[in-house]
């Protein structure tokens, strides 16, 4: 009986070459450096911003391809468009929850209690840094927010890297393309994925650089608002932080525990990732490279491309979980009584202001400002509040958007029976490795 001989097996890689160990090596110095050394960390803040304007200049062109790409490749548009709707039935629902999450635990734990904060000792210069950018939110509700949809041309949704705007066009190409068929449609098709695939690989060259992102970023943080800044919310800051743990662990667990995926394998498939994005307190530096770990993972193309880019701007559970949060929080802080029909009416303008968010410099701010308009017995000045935890509140909230958004990812194409289960498992259990610094 003949025998087959035992592959080798790989010899493992220096932990120092890990993404994960350099990234947690970097977020440890940095807070060393902004204790030891505050002037100088402040000084760092230059990585941060240079390795998340990488990020930047290469989001939209991905998204476009991989979107255009996915509805060519799918072949039937029919079941584009169910994926479709199937994805924002399902972030409607997530959405929905997690405001409840947020006003419940507001409830149950009263973080603003016993603050007895007089709105009239607030200090209102405090928004003015918010100002500008409040007219991208305000004033036009609904039929505003869909026009803003529709890019003026299609090179200024790209120029400006509006990811709605992107998948707008890119939804549209890529229906066009289908359309076309043929060998010019083929053509079009293989130069796109041609042009996805070197996006890919510099991506993976970008994505090497994140330990030094990550090390601006903390250093700074820890360097201008110090260790012990947290002090005067961290009740606020803490419940926040339970509340995204309870809403990923227990709600987005048990939705992927029915679509046969472990939740905490999951966490743990994208921890570099969630790293990055607690450090730098923005999932716009991972978008790449989240989109080819799903793809790697199992989930096809044209679900990923679809998913994920639509849920940066329509499912951002962690912000919606946020809103409500802070809404009771000012509220107690202010002693201000809220009635059964206040917390139904931020229930309902949450639904609809925190749609749309993304890319909005300070949008959690600004939003938090459109949802108290609409409830007028609460003072819109109790923000000022917030405004000094806000970033730490933000790493949170990015956390919690991004997690939120792979999630609905997976669900949908389990829904829709694009999720090859086997290859999940496998690289959930460590048996495939997937390195997205190579492309």
Not at 96 to 106: D, F, P
Not at 197 to 209: D, N, S
Not at 304 to 325: E, H, K, R, W
Not at 418 to 432: C, H, I, S, W, Y
Request: proline content about 3%; hydrophobic content about 55%; glycine content about 10%.
């Amino acid at each position: 009986m003949s025998t087959i001989a035992a592959a080798p097996a790989a010899e493992p890689k220096p932990l120092c070459t890990s993404l994960f160990v350099q990234v947690l090596a970097a977020l440890i110095l940095g807070i060393i450096l902004g204790v030891a050394a505050p002037d100088f960390a402040i000084s760092l803040k230059i990585l941060s911003d240079a390795f998340l304007k990488l990020i930047s200049m290469i989001v939209a062109p991905i998204v476009f391809c991989v979107v255009v790409h996915g509805i060519a490749g799918a072949g039937d548009l029919k079941k584009v468009g169910r994926v479709g709707v199937k994805a924002l039935v399902y972030f409607e629902v997530m959405t929905t929850v997690a405001l409840v999450v947020g006003l419940i635990l507001a409830y149950t734990f009263g973080p603003g209690h016993g603050m007895n904060i007089d709105p009239s000792t607030l200090d209102a210069k405090a928004l003015n840094t918010y100002a500008d950018n409040a007219h991208k939110l305000q004033g036009g509700g609904i039929g505003s927010f869909l026009l803003n949809v529709i890019p003026s041309t299609s090179f200024d949704a790209l120029s400006r890297n509006d990811v709605l705007q992107v998948l707008f066009f890119a939804v549209l190409f890529g229906v066009g393309l289908a359309l076309v068929g043929g060998e010019k449609g083929k053509l079009v098709t293989s130069m796109i994925d041609a042009a996805s695939t070197v996006l890919f690989r510099v991506m993976g060259l970008i994505v090497r650089v994140a330990p030094l992102g990550v090390l601006g970023a903390v250093a700074y943080t820890v360097g201008k608002y110090g260790v012990g800044s947290l002090k005067q919310l961290v009740s606020l800051v803490a419940l926040f932080y339970v509340s995204v743990g309870i809403f990923v662990l227990g709600v987005l667990g048990g939705v992927m525990a029915l679509a046969g995926i472990n939740i905490l394998k999951f966490l743990a498939y994208l921890r570099e990732e969630l790293t990055i994005v607690l450090a730098t307190a923005s999932s716009d530096a991972v978008l790449p490279q989240i989109m080819k770990k799903l793809e790697r993972m199992g989930v096809k193309d044209s679900v990923v491309g679809l998913v994920i880019p639509t849920g940066y701007s329509f499912n951002l559970d962690a912000f919606s979980i946020y809103l409500t949060l802070a809404v009771v929080f000012i509220a107690q802080a202010t002693n201000t009584p809220l009635s059964f029909g206040d917390l139904l009416l931020v229930l309902g303008v949450s639904l609809i202001t925190s749609k749309g968010a993304h890319g909005v410099p300070g949008s959690a701010i600004v939003i938090l400002a459109a949802t108290l308009n609409a409830v007028p017995s609460i003072p819109a000045i109790g923000l000022v509040l917030v405004l000094s935890v806000d970033w730490f509140i933000g790493m949170a909230r990015a956390v919690g958007n991004l997690t939120g958004n792979c999630v609905a990812t997976v669900v949908v194409a389990a829904w829709e029976g694009d999720l090859d289960r086997a290859k999940a498992a496998k690289v959930l259990d460590g048996g495939e490795l997937v390195d997205v610094t190579a492309g």
